[in-house]
């Protein structure tokens, strides 16, 4: 039995029918009925604001008012909640401010935009008495913010460990289990759509400290921005250095990271060993997951499609029930996100974090070598856990160069970069030297 047709109905404006703007339109007119029986109130959808009126979409848009004006929108007081699916920074900031101000919820799937500008706008919401709900910002339909802001309140946060963009995930899977090159993952990725033709937000690790600067809000109320988060790209990775990981027993992801130690919090974007057989270490393809480790209820993990229309989108319509029902205003006063904090969460430097290291040399294969390296590691405080040398083979020339793979025990990252340092002016060390983290 449906929904009563003279049921009580909320209208809404949608900004943006690009692929999550339409993946939203689809839900919105495909399960209206679905959507009315769990917010107990019909969406009356009125405005779509797109930049080409003329285009031909794939998505019925009977009874909707399409308009390249958003002042229309936002001036249009029947409009209660407004759905934020351009993306990008200009001129998303003021028109999510402009909508607050005119007193309509937001709901938005812009990671930048709250990594960047979440105080502001947050600030904005208070002032208007109104909700912002982001789920669909970070994993895509994994649900990790209300897991974060509800389900996982009673915990402090210890350890985040996350898989964040599909792009990166699926290059570095197209590498370790099929040899290809980083070049050829990349074509391949944005073949398939998985890739932009400019991949640079993804691949230099930026779109991940975007995701992990909103968790990092909603795991420790600490207020970062993305320029703050240490991060390295996936973009100058070797394949060698995937192949020798794996004989080593791990996989390499691009993991953001964030860890709550009594010196503080720890936050890193990076390529990672994670060790195989772990739930981490075998996410695949173009998925996404995040693992949270809290003090009550342990070890956790969240996994599924971290972008696409649908996926997106259905984080999105579960934003837009929750406004809907008054839940997300409830919500937003709680835990009021981005707001000046009432102790400030110290950060550990960058040079102190400990972890533990995978290490790639480029030696001559002469006698002594290993010892030379041994020793400097050794006077930094940085013992060997593990050595893979590969031999050149008889036919070799003399003193051919050999790779040398070492795998440290817990070790201070300053030390390791000034042990490298050392090691790279060696006569016998071909540099640079390659130094990856390595995650329990």
Not at 160 to 179: P, S
């Amino acid at each position: 039995m449906g929904p009563a047709k003279d049921m009580e109905h909320v209208t809404i404006g949608l900004i943006g029918l690009g692929t999550v703007g339409t993946g939203v339109a689809r839900i919105l007119t495909e399960h209206a009925d679905r959507i009315a029986r769990r917010a107990g109130k019909r969406v009356r959808w009125k405005w779509a604001v797109v930049r080409d009126p003329a285009k031909i979409r794939d998505v019925k848009l009977d009874g909707v008012r399409v308009t390249t004006d958003t002042a229309r929108l936002i001036d249009d007081p029947e409009v209660e909640i407004v759905v934020e699916a351009m993306g990008g920074i200009d001129p998303a900031l003021n028109i999510v401010l402009d909508c607050l101000a005119a007193g309509k919820h937001v709901v938005t799937a812009n990671k930048a935009l709250l990594a960047e500008h979440g105080p502001q706008i947050f600030a904005q919401a208070r002032a208007a008495g109104r909700a912002v709900a982001f789920e669909a910002s970070v994993g895509g339909g994994i649900p990790i913010i209300q897991a974060l802001g509800v389900a996982l309140a009673a915990n402090q946060v210890q350890n985040l460990a996350a898989i964040l963009n599909g792009t990166c995930n699926y290059i570095l899977t197209k590498m370790m289990h099929e040899g290809l090159a980083y070049a050829d993952a990349l074509a391949q990725a944005q073949e398939l759509g998985y890739a932009e033709a400019d991949p640079t937000l993804d691949v230099d690790g930026t779109d991940t400290a975007h995701k992990l600067a909103i968790l990092t809000q909603l795991a420790f109320q600490a207020t970062v921005k993305t320029g703050d988060i240490p991060r390295q790209g996936i973009d100058r990775l070797q394949l060698a250095d995937l192949k020798y990981a794996g004989e080593l027993g791990h996989a390499v992801k691009l993991l953001a990271l964030a860890k709550f130690t009594t010196a503080g919090l720890e936050l890193r974007v990076a390529p990672t060993l994670v060790k195989r057989g772990t739930p981490l270490a075998e996410v695949r393809g173009p998925y996404n997951a995040i693992r949270v480790v809290g003090d009550a209820v342990g070890d956790t993990f969240f996994y599924g499609r971290g972008a696409g229309m649908m996926p997106t989108a259905s984080a999105v319509v579960g934003d837009l029930i929750d406004v809907m029902t008054g839940r997300a205003i409830l919500s937003s006063l709680v835990l009021d996100l981005w707001a000046e904090p009432a102790h400030t969460v110290a950060r550990t430097p960058p040079h102190q974090i400990k972890s533990h290291y995978y290490l790639r040399f480029t030696i001559a294969d002469s006698p002594g070598v290993l010892a030379k390296l041994a020793r400097i590691l050794g006077e930094h405080g940085i013992s060997i856990a593990s050595v893979i040398q590969h031999d050149t083979g008889d036919d070799a020339p003399d003193n051919s160069a050999v790779p040398l793979v070492i795998m440290t025990h817990l070790a201070v990252e300053a030390e390791i970069h000034a042990a490298l340092g050392e090691i790279d002016q060696l006569d016998v060390v071909r540099p640079p030297s390659v130094c990856l983290g390595v995650e329990d």
